[in-house]
């Protein structure tokens, strides 16, 4: 049973920082891309950047310069760096993992609020 967690959500002030990590676990198989999308309330959700596990990155034009994603292929783990945090980032952040052979799977989400 492959799990996606994540860790790392919370309430910060507007131009603060915050650290999402996440871990996927339960598979055999490589991962292919790892990545972030978020939801803010009556939002659809958003990719907000991935990464292949070449390093290859790609990130939402909303962040671009402000977060920066990595991960570690031997841990299976991706982290997204928020820095120069805005209210518009509120949303709940969802870690998603693409193993090779197409399966995709989600995490549960962890809550990012920013306060103006």
């Known amino acids: 049973q492959v799990q996606v967690a994540e860790s790392g959500g919370g309430l910060v002030q507007a131009g603060g920082s915050l650290r999402l990590s996440c871990v996927a676990s339960?598979?055999?198989?490589?991962?292919?891309?790892m990545g972030w999308y978020r939801q803010a309330p009556g939002k659809q959700r958003e990719l907000v950047a991935i990464?292949?596990?070449?390093?290859?990155?790609n990130y939402a034009d909303s962040v671009k310069g402000r977060f920066s994603i990595s991960r570690d292929n031997a841990k299976n783990t991706v982290v997204l760096q928020m820095n120069s945090l805005k209210p518009e980032d509120t949303a709940v952040y969802y870690c998603?993992?693409?193993?090779?052979?197409?399966?995709?799977?989600w995490g549960r989400g962890t809550q990012v609020t920013v306060s103006s």
């Open positions: 998603t993992s693409r193993y090779f052979g197409g399966s995709t799977y």
């Open positions: 339960g598979s055999r198989l490589s991962i292919n891309d």
């Open positions: 990464i292949t596990s070449s390093g290859i990155t």
